[in-house]
């Protein structure tokens, strides 16, 4: 139980195109998920907090307008990158917020994302 | 959260017992301390999470001394698979709350 997917896993994309990013919860609903975005050989960095039904919160520094996050049903949150450049690219992984018989969040696998 | 230290990278060989352990000086009472696995070009998988004293599950074993200022993940007996970051974190909620991932410690089990 508790899976968490992310489609697609990865994706290629010209310069200047938008690029979504789909985080599902499967077998259970989460009323927050998280996206981070991750740089070879770095850390996780937490981007946003996505609740279920309201804007979602940026983390200093991440734009709003370029990271376009939508939770619009408790198993589903996405993640648009509009006008993506090649800086942009990245590894993005989501995290939902578990039932609450589990003090832990679960992962999704991650979307490599290649700006060209 | 509170702050952690780790070493950045390790190396073991296959079949020994390695140990990482975290420091976190400002941990708080209702604190916990969770350990998470990454491997390559995936999301991070919850490995073990304890309060104090000695936690134990079929994948690893967590020590934590009184003082709770530290804390050691042990990984009985690796394999090339445990090759992966392995990150502490410490926090009062790890499910409803935003997580600040540290450096992590990057193990590497030579054959």
């Known amino acids: 139980g508790a899976v968490v997917s992310q489609h697609p896993s990865r994706v290629i994309c010209k310069s200047g195109t938008s690029v979504k990013i789909e985080c599902r919860s499967l077998d259970f609903q989460a009323t927050t998920m998280f996206w981070y975005r991750q740089f070879p050989k770095k850390s996780l960095m937490l981007m946003a907090t996505?609740?279920?039904?309201?804007?979602?919160?940026?983390e200093q520094g991440v734009e709003k307008d370029k990271f376009l996050i939508n939770h619009a049903s408790l198993t589903l949150s996405t993640l648009t990158v509009t006008s993506a450049h090649p800086e942009d690219s990245s590894f993005y992984i989501c995290?939902?917020?578990?039932?609450?018989?589990?003090?832990?969040?679960?992962f999704g696998p991650g979307t490599r994302l290649t700006v060209l | 959260l509170a702050k952690t230290t780790q070493p950045i990278s390790m190396d073991s060989y296959e079949g020994q017992e390695v140990n990482i352990t975290c420091s976190h000086n400002?941990?708080?009472?209702?604190?916990?301390i969770t350990w998470y696995q990454q491997f390559p070009s995936q999301g991070p998988r919850f490995i073990i999470q304890g309060y104090k004293t000695k936690v134990t599950n079929e994948v690893a074993s967590l020590f934590i001394p009184a003082d709770r200022k530290s804390s050691t993940l042990s990984l009985p007996r690796v394999s090339l698979s445990d090759t992966a970051v392995y990150y502490c974190?410490?926090?009062?909620?790890?499910?409803?709350?935003?997580?600040?991932f540290g450096t992590g410690t990057r193990l590497t089990i030579i054959p």
């Open positions: 996505s609740n279920e039904g309201s804007k979602a919160t940026y």
């Open positions: 974190l410490v926090g009062v909620s790890f499910g409803n709350e935003k997580l600040t």
């Open positions: 400002n941990i708080a009472t209702n604190d916990y």
């Open positions: 995290s939902a917020s578990a039932p609450p018989s589990y003090n832990e969040q679960f």
